[in-house]
């Protein structure tokens, strides 16, 4: 069992930033691959950010890609998102994910993953 906490969302303008953290408790941390996923209202939960489990390899959404960043701190057993240049569009509920199946980074579909936090809301007004 692996328990994430998502902590960091909040209401910023545009073209400001936010980093987002993910907490995680439970099985090795260091072992298991983590994403990012976010779903705003109405819309389908969609994938943001992928992140190996060494953090060597990493893949982003083509909506993100240049503006966000994953990485992970494998001591703090913690994993973030940096995100930069933010634009209204991407408002939404952020989600931390973990274990895709064989450790594959960049899984898109939400279903493909075991392990889920509560989320936390990111609001970017114009």
């Known amino acids: 069992q692996v328990q994430l906490v998502e902590s960091g969302g909040g209401l910023v303008q545009a073209g400001g930033s936010l980093r987002l953290s993910c907490a995680a408790s439970?099985?090795?941390?260091?072992?298991?691959?983590m994403a990012w996923f976010r779903q705003a209202p109405g819309k389908e939960r969609e994938f943001v950010a992928g992140?190996?489990?060494?953090?060597?390899?990493?893949y982003y959404a083509d909506s993100v890609k240049g503006r966000f960043t994953i990485s992970r701190d494998n001591a703090k057993n913690t994993v973030y998102l940096q995100m930069n240049s933010l634009k209204p569009e991407d408002t939404a509920v952020y989600y931390c994910?973990?274990?895709?199946?064989?450790?594959?980074?960049?899984?898109?579909?939400?279903?493909?993953?075991?392990?889920w936090g509560q989320g936390t809301q990111v609001t970017v007004s114009s």
């Open positions: 994910a973990a274990d895709p199946p064989l450790g594959r980074v960049g899984v898109a579909s939400p279903h493909e993953y075991d392990y």
């Open positions: 439970g099985r090795t941390f260091s072992s298991i691959a």
């Open positions: 992140i190996s489990w060494s953090g060597g390899s990493t």
